[in-house]
């Protein structure tokens, strides 16, 4: 008898939880970057161009954050990295720019990504990208064949 007792009380407790959790259906869910409750639309203000906005209306969306920023300087000298680190990490969709100075012709490569960034005598290039994969990703000159260092991408 006690067992059945605790069974229904147990099953009864269950019920009441998920009833008080339980997921809300999409159509009751609060609109994101909207507020529940609007704010009372302002009246009309004669010569307003622009009329105001009803509280059903469509919303202007969130703007979308800028993905952070790492800049890599690099210096390349005699084929080799003469300044710059050898092992870069940043977190997926970062953005990443390199800023590579080298003084002789070649190109990096980067790995994985399949980028290329030509480089000149004695001039600045840079590489501007976002990084949308994970993992490790080589870069290097890639006519002199030598490596360079590594990205390292970490999700987020």
């Known amino acids: 008898m006690k067992f059945s007792l605790y069974l229904v009380t147990g099953v009864a407790l269950l019920a009441a939880l998920f009833y008080l959790f339980k997921p809300q259906s999409a159509d009751k869910l609060p609109t994101p970057g909207v507020a529940a409750t609007q704010p009372p639309v302002p009246p009309t203000v004669p010569g307003n161009a622009r009329p105001p906005a009803s509280p059903s209306g469509p919303t202007t969306p969130a703007a979308k954050p800028e993905p952070a920023a790492t800049v ?29 100075k080298s003084d002789s012709a070649d190109e990096i490569h980067l790995h994985g990504y399949n980028l290329h960034l030509l480089l000149r005598p004695g001039e600045s290039a840079t590489l501007d ?20 260092g590594a990205l390292e991408i970490y999700p987020r």
């Open 72 to 100: 890599v300087n690099l210096a390349i000298a005699n084929g080799k990295l003469v300044s710059g680190p050898t092992v870069i990490q940043v977190k997926q969709k970062d953005r990443v720019i390199f800023h590579v």
């Open 129 to 148: 990208f976002i990084a949308d994969k994970t993992g490790r990703f080589t870069y290097e000159l890639h006519h002199a064949d030598v490596e360079l």
